[in-house]
């Protein structure tokens, strides 16, 4: 008994060895993959509404694994988060990269991730609602607004690492003023190797292409060399 205790222990520590060091070597490249305030242009300053204004969805029932935007997908070993940002044009930004066992792992997760957004048009919307209220609430003109419509359709965006994923988000805002406004914006899913990261970005008005491929490919930049130094 003693020996055959012996060789289970010396298959199986090796193989749990290797996978501590994949996770501690994953846990760092998320790390190093997040965009941060110091990988934006000037005029990015952390966002004054906080996580109400994108980062906290709500999402609930078979939408809830969308809240944490990768983490705690099957296969998923870390994630880390962004905190939320505002920049030069007050649009908001935030972004999460987690790590998956491997890249069919990470494939698996684009696709369900990919399922879960359709399937759950409706709560995103009210998602982007609630952002909007709590946004118009934080500087005071939340009284001002009479109604909301919010939507989420699949968008087309330029490939970044492996495969990019595309989401719009628009919302009319009805208020007791003259005319209305509109709030635009997009989520990406990035994939490169076993890394994913997801951007979500919005604006009032319309958004700008350049700048939304500026922020995707400085997360894609991040990505790439996180995972050359995950793949090392």
Avoid at 6 to 28: K, L, T, V, W
Avoid at 80 to 106: K, L, Q, R, W, Y
Avoid at 196 to 213: C, F, H, K, S, T
Wanted: some cysteine; hydrophobic content about 45%.
């Amino acid at each position: 008994m003693a020996v055959l205790i012996a060789i289970i222990a010396a298959c199986g520590g090796p193989s749990r060895a290797g996978d501590d060091a994949y996770r501690e070597a994953a846990a760092q490249a998320v790390r190093d993959a997040v965009l941060t305030l110091d990988d934006l242009p000037d005029g990015w300053t952390p966002s004054e509404i906080g996580p109400e204004a994108l980062a906290d969805l709500q999402l609930t029932g078979d939408c809830a694994p969308l809240n944490a935007r990768g983490a705690g997908f099957p296969g998923e070993v870390a994630s880390g988060d962004s905190e939320p940002m505002t920049g030069p044009s007050n649009e908001e930004m935030v972004n999460t990269v987690s790590a998956f066992t491997d890249i069919p792992a990470a494939k698996a997760a684009v696709r369900q991730a990919d399922g879960q957004v359709l399937q759950c048009t409706d709560q995103i919307g009210e998602a982007l609602k609630r952002a909007i209220q709590v946004g118009a609430k934080d500087i005071g003109v939340d009284d001002l607004i009479t109604g909301i419509d919010a939507s989420l359709e699949p968008g087309s965006f330029s490939k970044f690492g492996d495969e990019t994923l595309a989401y719009l988000l628009h919302a009319d805002i009805s208020t007791f003023l003259a005319g209305g406004y509109d709030v635009n914006g997009k989520i990406l899913i990035i994939r490169d190797g076993p890394l994913i990261g997801v951007l979500i970005y919005a604006i009032l008005g319309d958004l700008d292409p350049q700048d939304e491929r500026s922020l995707a490919g400085f997360l894609a930049e991040k990505l790439a060399r996180a995972e050359d130094s995950l793949s090392d």
